[in-house]
């Protein structure tokens, strides 16, 4: 089994930048792709990015040009780069890992809001 532990989150003013972190722990042999969803109130979890073990990206097209996501496999960390931030990036955002048999292991979860 993997465990996540998030960190990063918190309030910053719209056009700002936060950084956020997953670090995976356990079964980490096994872990193929490492992401970033998010969930605002009222509405359904969302991608925002993830990346495979290689380094191959995808992104949400609302995420293009304001967030970047990296891996650092020798930490077992994931990172999502958040600049220009908006008040409708405002949610809850969580870390996802899927193995190579395809299992999913999700974060607690780290809040996000962004002012007006």
């Known amino acids: 089994q993997v465990q996540l532990v998030e960190s990063g989150g918190g309030l910053v003013q719209a056009g700002g930048s936060l950084r956020l972190s997953c670090a995976a722990s356990?079964?980490?042999?096994?872990?193929?792709?490492m992401g970033w969803y998010r969930q605002a109130p009222g509405k359904r979890r969302e991608l925002v990015a993830e990346?495979?073990?290689?380094?191959?990206?995808n992104y949400a097209d609302s995420m293009k040009g304001r967030f970047t996501i990296s891996r650092d496999n020798a930490k077992n960390t994931v990172y999502l780069q958040m600049n220009s931030l908006r008040p409708e990036d405002t949610a809850v955002y969580y870390c996802?890992?899927?193995?190579?048999?395809?299992?999913?292991?999700w974060g607690q979860g780290t809040l996000v809001t962004v002012s007006s």
């Open positions: 356990g079964s980490i042999f096994s872990i193929n792709v």
């Open positions: 996802r890992v899927t193995t190579s048999n395809f299992l999913n292991t």
């Open positions: 990346i495979t073990k290689g380094g191959s990206t």
